[in-house]
């Protein structure tokens, strides 16, 4: 069946330094991946997206990178802030007609001063 | 826009008990969605709606019902509470089909079920 995974539960990383957060999906017809931020206590948030024709994404201090031959999908977070500190789950959208979305377990990210 | 809207915020209900968890959208979003998030589970889709009149199940809809009357409201029904159902709620929304198929989630209901 489908799923989406990320690789550690938790990752710890100095303020100022690069985080990389990464998520494997089993269904090589997933066509659409989204990247969400959760900070404690409230709803995912969007934080970039990327489809299955291309390879890298980049945004603003995020770059979102899919390797679709391993069904790899890693999220890069440049010169990290407190403020990034969340849990981060990747989606993979199992069908192009209905917006639904597989979640994967989340990873928190922790970045100390 | 108020985006999604959730209520109640907290809820403590007892075994058998049974309420309903509002979810509200003012942006004229088609996709509305339920989930429920648990420690170490991520979050698990329960019922959606690609439209008005029109819901269908998730990965895990047992024990709870949907309707979607309007595009604007996606109740999500308990009709029997259970310890089990202890969770956090989140509602979503978003518009397949229109080049960004984000959703957007409201803040989410605590149900404690004793």
């Known amino acids: 069946g489908e799923s989406v995974g990320l690789h550690l539960p938790t990752l710890s990383v100095q303020e100022g330094d690069n985080s990389i957060i990464n998520c494997a999906y089993s269904n090589s017809a997933s066509d659409y991946f989204i990247w969400y931020k959760q900070e404690s206590g409230k709803g995912p948030q969007f934080i970039i997206d990327?489809?299955?024709?291309?390879d890298k994404r980049q945004g603003q201090r995020v770059t979102v990178l899919l390797n679709k031959t391993v069904k790899h999908l890693s999220l890069q977070i440049a010169a990290t802030q407190p403020g990034d500190s969340a849990v981060y789950f990747c989606a993979e959208r199992a069908s192009s007609n209905t917006g639904k979305l597989i979640f994967g377990q989340g990873t928190t990210l922790q970045v100390k001063p | 826009n108020a985006g999604v809207t959730q209520t109640p915020k907290f809820q403590v209900l007892k075994t058998g008990q049974s309420m309903t968890l509002q979810c509200a959208q003012d942006m004229n979003h088609e996709y509305m969605s339920w989930y429920r998030q648990d420690p170490g589970m991520g979050l698990r889709l329960i019922h959606y709606s690609v439209g008005a009149g029109i819901t269908d199940q998730g990965e895990v809809p047992n024990g709870y019902n949907v309707s979607r009357s309007t595009t604007e409201d996606f109740p999500l029904r308990l009709l029997s509470a259970a310890p089990s159902q202890t969770s956090v709620y989140f509602c979503?929304?978003?518009?397949?089909?229109?080049?960004?198929?984000?959703?957007?989630f409201g803040p989410g209901t605590r149900l404690l079920v004793l």
């Open positions: 979503a929304s978003s518009r397949p089909g229109h080049g960004k198929e984000t959703q957007y």
């Open positions: 990327i489809r299955s024709n291309m």
